[in-house]
């Protein structure tokens, strides 16, 4: 049995479980801090991914319609096999 520090005092046993009760409650606050800035990094993620769809699905509209889109290889490919003759087209 362990001894105590006088008639009233705790025992050694008694004070080594205070402090890995203590220990304990630190790594549960820091698991509940990392898991909250889990959360707001996940939160701020998807607005984020919110923000980009919309602008990427901005930009593909945009891009549709633009001066340029008549390069694109679909286009070429169209444009160069509509105006090949019969003889470049067996080629």
Do not use: I
């Not at 105590?4 to 304990?24: I, K, M």
């Not at 409650?25 to 980009?52: H, P, R």
């Amino acid at each position: 049995m362990t001894r105590s520090h006088g008639f009233f005092g705790p025992s050694e046993r008694a004070l080594e479980f205070g402090r890995q009760y203590a220990e304990v409650l630190a790594c549960w606050s820091e698991l509940f801090a990392a898991a909250s800035k889990l959360t707001a990094s996940n939160v701020k993620l998807g607005e984020m991914t919110a923000d980009v769809s919309e602008e990427f699905d901005r930009w593909v509209r945009e891009t549709a319609n633009a001066p340029w889109n008549w390069m694109n290889p679909e286009t070429l490919a169209r444009f160069m096999g509509q105006g090949a003759s019969p003889a470049a087209k067996d080629e």
